[in-house]
């Protein structure tokens, strides 16, 4: 079992609210990423981070943005909530090293906007 | 354009039965291929990665091949448990850029029935 953890697992929010979904992970990993599923269809990468300082957006257009000031936190915020943001949010991390790295999923975040 | 294509996209079995699931890929350059096990409304886990020169990687009841020159590969369950019953994502790896980026497949649906 992976050591990362997502809060919320589930949101139901009103449009227009802002929302913070956490990610943390207690492995020590540089890498962290964030991607988006929407149901029966592939993940997304929607951002991602090489470290502490560091972020980047991924190739799916997001209105989200994240931070990464500690190793082992790294949220995705968004300002103004819409029902077009409706979908399944899921946080990773990876060990460095050579692109045979595992990469671990965390349990996701079902993000309802009403 | 990079892609990964599975199938198929739902198969229903009875359990103690065997099945195989495929995916093909147009990713290059290659770097390796996961096959992923996603429960539902929970995050993706590693079953297999394997890289070029890996034709064949078990993992308990799960076997993946790899045909490096087709780009085609196969995860064969054998002797299916109800606890199988999940979403099977194929994933590949570039060696282009640093992140190693992955490309993910909509996964096939599979139930077990008792």
């Known amino acids: 079992e992976a050591d990362i953890y997502q809060t919320p697992r589930y949101l139901v929010i009103g449009t227009g609210k802002k929302i913070t979904l956490e990610c943390s992970q207690t492995m020590g990993h540089d890498k962290m990423y964030w991607y988006q599923q929407d149901p029966g269809m592939e993940l997304h990468l929607i951002h991602y981070s090489y470290g502490v300082n560091s972020t980047e957006k991924g190739d799916l257009s997001s209105e989200s943005t994240v931070s990464r000031i500690r190793t082992e936190h790294f949220p995705l915020t968004l300002e103004s909530a819409r029902p077009s943001h409706t979908s399944q949010y899921l946080c990773a991390s990876s060990e460095p090293g050579t692109s045979s790295y595992e990469q671990y999923f965390g349990p996701g975040t079902r993000l309802t906007v009403t | 354009k990079n892609q990964v294509e599975q199938s198929p996209q739902s198969l229903i079995i009875l359990e103690g039965k065997n099945c195989t699931l495929q995916c093909n890929y147009t990713v290059s350059p290659f770097s390796n291929l996961r096959w992923y096990k996603q429960d539902t409304g929970r995050g993706p886990v590693s079953l297999t990665i394997?890289?070029?020169?890996?034709n064949t990687k078990s993992n308990g009841r799960y076997t993946a091949t790899l045909d490096a020159d087709t780009k085609q590969s196969s995860l064969h369950i054998t002797a299916s448990q109800l606890s199988d019953s999940a979403s099977y994502i194929c994933v590949v790896s570039d060696r282009g850029s640093t992140l190693g980026r992955l490309y993910f497949g909509r996964g096939t649906q599979l139930t077990v029935w008792p």
């Open positions: 394997m890289t070029f020169s890996e």
